[in-house]
């Protein structure tokens, strides 16, 4: 790596990286799932080892079934993915002690310092990590591709500089070290690369009423990368144990240090837990908004946290989760870590997904053109995050070609429109007005538009559309989309170009072609022909085909499948998720043919119990915050149980995915927390915050088929000091409010098409 970017076989790289917690997932459904993440643009799995979940009892590790990281990182490699090993040995995560086992924090040693006790712990944990990667790291072929050591250790760069030391010293290894550097955090010089993050929402915050005043600067763009948010409750409190304390010891609040080092992320968020006390809806295009406008600023790799939501495992001695009872400032769920990720907890696929695939399709063809430039900010910037009046944009260029980020996006404080609106960018020794005549960026409108793209022979000044990315062939398929509603103009280099043809009106602009009135859409496909006689053909595609849209190789070629439900690439197949019509581009001579879906169903629901009175607020002391329900409290919840025949589940199957097709149950309900019962054991909790709850049953078929599923809800109470997000709070009465709306079974139909090879 250099200050800028980082390289891969001597090619600039900026990989997109998604946080997938293995331990925390079925591992029959892993390969499936990563599948999953691949097709949505993910280049590398970033993924904690969770030392509580391996050896919760001192001296017996565990790692076959969920656990077997081996066989995790194996199939990684075996679906094309890179992979980045969190090890720790403090991790959060949201998880009890940071990942620490209980027994460590008994163990009269001061935790993540270079206390000689400590290490001696630590050493054979690493030993353990170290042989389930045997063979699987950069330099035995593996695709271990980078560690991180600790997480959010902002004041002890001597320690982290031991931990690396000590993790090679147990076979751990990877051409990039990485350590979180948000805080201010001091690292030590040249031995880890600083990455950094950022969030919409803030489920640590206060539970007030408005939005997190960190979040807003993640909506401008500029050169600042760090966020003072992230772990600050854990700084500012020192409440946890082993957590650093006192902010003193942090680095001066300039970023001078990190000039010698790229833009790396690691977790901008791809969605947001629920805390008990502050439970927000993200939507997903903050999430996209947000990613966007982080590679405007400079980002040169993409890392989300979490791109894939996961349950929280239930050790054989506690709950595993953050908790008051273990001195964190937040309650989260028991089981639920869905963080409304673009891959949900049972796999399902979100909005969030499509959104950022859009832009993950773009950076895997041009990601290594724009990992070199740097960013260009307007005279007229914003300079105070508070400023929701201008427009927000800057530029990434190398001198001669570039993109053009636009963001008039944010979550909660809408932003006004922009009329009249032109760009004067100074770029290849020439000054262009973009677009050619003034248009209006609407409330909700962030994209980005190529500058001086080479386009086969020709080169492309500007295009009013975002790229997508670029179809192989003999004639190459530059594919772009139409954004923000906004009308689409090609502008050649007229130098360049002898020939335009196709679905536009073509003009000379002075020294420009100019390719206007395009009507956006899967039959909006021009030619281009540079003097030389080769040609490039553009396809515009309108905003939503676009967001639909799948790069596979399909009968011999690089194509577009345009489908609303999603698809999945799988070798020699395609796997459709749902019954949606397909479209080829460019087209088949025989078209694929497609399976049909089942339909909903309803569940038998029986009452057993009425609800009782709200439970009054519990006040957590060390931080005045809300703290969630405990067991004994469930005593007083409305109780139902629900029936589900196993002719609900779908045993025929055929492809080579491991287990049965997913069954969600949907369950629109409002109420304050609600428990699931599979047997008497807790399968599923839900801090209730507006969106209907989803529970994947396919994991456990044969159990709750033999004894159906137990649905504890208890009543939302009046005055609570929670956050909502704003439309969700309810008036709630002295006598509380608990209702079961409505539960359904929803079956998530796979369809396998096989795909004729090359």
């Known amino acids: 790596m250099n200050s800028r970017h980082l390289s891969r076989g001597g090619v600039p790289w900026l990989p997109v990286m998604g946080e997938y917690h293995f331990s925390r997932y079925p591992a029959a459904e892993w390969r499936e799932e990563l599948l999953k993440m691949r ?9 904690y080892v969770f030392w509580n979940i391996h050896e919760e009892v001192r001296g017996r590790y565990l790692w076959s079934g969920d656990r077997d990281l081996r066989r995790f990182v194996e199939l990684c490699a075996q679906v094309g993915l890179d992979v980045v090993m969190r090890i720790g040995p403090w991790g959060h995560g949201e998880s ?5 086992p209980d027994w460590l924090m008994a163990a009269g ?113 500029g050169p600042g990368r760090d966020d003072d948010s992230i772990g600050a409750d854990l700084r500012e409190t020192g409440t946890v144990p082993g957590a650093a304390t006192g902010r003193s010891a942090a680095a ?11 833009f790396a992320t690691c977790e901008l968020g791809g969605g947001m ?39 929280q495992k239930i050790g054989e001695l506690s709950t595993l989760q953050e908790s008051h009872a273990t001195g964190y400032p937040n309650d989260c769920p028991v089981v639920n870590y869905d963080f409304q990720a673009p891959l949900g907890e049972y796999g399902q696929f979100r909005d969030s997904y499509r959104h950022l ?45 570039g993109f053009l980020f636009v963001n008039n996006h944010q979550p909660i404080e809408t932003l006004p429109a922009h009329d009249d609106v032109r760009f004067a960018i100074t770029i290849g020794g020439r000054e262009l007005l973009v677009p050619s005549r003034p248009v209006s960026i609407p409330c909700g409108g962030y994209f980005a538009w190529p500058l001086n793209r080479p386009l086969g022979g020709a080169v492309l000044r500007w295009a009013s559309a975002q790229v997508v990315c670029v179809l192989d062939g003999p004639e190459p398929v530059l594919v772009l989309t139409q954004t923000a509603g906004l009308p689409v103009e090609l502008v050649l280099d007229a130098a360049t170009v002898t020939c335009v043809d196709g679905p536009a009106t073509v003009s000379r602009l002075g020294d420009d072609v100019v390719a206007s009135a395009l009507v956006p859409g899967l039959d909006c496909l021009l030619r281009i022909t540079a003097p030389d006689g080769t040609s490039t053909r553009v396809l515009v595609l309108d905003e939503e085909s676009a967001l639909a849209a799948v790069r596979a190789r399909v009968a011999g070629r690089d194509r577009l499948v345009v489908c609303d439900s999603p698809v999945v690439p799988d ?119 507006g969106p209907v709850w989803e529970i994947g049953l396919r994991r456990f078929r044969d159990e709750v088929v033999r004894h159906g599923l137990e649905l504890r809800l208890l ?26 709306r409505s539960a359904t079974l929803v079956p998530v139909t796979r369809t396998v098409i096989p795909v004729v090879r090359e």
């Open 39 to 47: 097709a949505g643009g993910v280049g590398v799995v970033a993924a």
């Open 96 to 100: 009890r002690y940071g990942g620490f």
């Open 109 to 221: 040693c001061e935790p993540r310092t270079d206390d000689p006790r400590y290490l001696a712990l630590v050493r054979p944990w690493f030993e353990q990590i170290g042989a389930q990667l045997r063979g699987l790291t950069r330099a035995g072929g593996g695709p271990v591709v980078a560690v991180q050591v600790e997480n959010e250790l902002y004041d002890r760069p001597g320690h982290l500089l031991t931990i690396k030391r000590l993790a090679r010293e147990c076979g751990i290894d990877a051409p990039v070290w990485t350590a979180t550097g948000w805080g201010h955090a001091r690292l030590p010089p040249g031995e880890v690369l600083p990455v950094f993050g950022g969030y919409p929402e803030a489920a640590w915050d206060d539970a007030h009423d408005g939005w997190p005043d960190q979040s807003r600067a993640h909506y401008f763009f």
């Open 252 to 262: 001066p609040g300039g970023e001078e240090h990190l000039a010698d080092y790229p």
């Open 273 to 311: 837990y629920i805390s008990y006390h502050r439970r927000a809806i993200v939507a997903a295009r903050d999430l996209a908004a947000l990613a966007l406008v982080k590679l405007g600023s400079g980002s040169c790799w993409q890392g989300y946290y979490l791109y894939h939501g996961a349950s």
């Open 357 to 401: 695939r859009l832009q993950h399709l773009w950076l895997a063809t041009d990601g290594a053109a724009l990992a070199t430039m740097s960013l260009v900010m307007p005279d007229d910037a914003p300079s105070d995050t508070a400023d929701r009046a201008s427009l927000r944009w800057a530029v990434r260029s190398d001198g001669e070609s």
């Open 571 to 689: 070798g020699d197949r395609l796997v459709v998720y749902g019954d949606a019509p397909l479209e080829v581009f460019p087209a088949l001579e025989v078209p694929l043919e497609r399976g049909g879906s089942r339909p909903s169903m309803p569940v038998e629901v029986t009452r057993l119990a009425e609800a009782g009175p709200p439970r009054a607020p519990v006040i957590d002391e060390a931080t005045g915050r809300a703290s969630a329900p405990v067991d004994a409290d469930f005593g007083n919840a409305a109780v139902y149980h629900l029936t589900v025949a196993e002719e609900a589940f779908d045993g025929d199957f055929d492809g080579d995915f491991d287990g049965d097709e997913e069954l969600l149950l949907r369950l629109d309900w409002i109420g304050d927390v609600g428990r699931a019962y599979v047997g008497g054991r807790l399968v599923a909790d839900q801090f209730w915050y």
């Open 715 to 740: 009543p939302l109470g009046p005055e609570m000091p929670v956050h909502f997000s704003p439309g969700v709070r309810r008036d709630v009465g002295p006598g509380g409010l608990v209702e079961l």
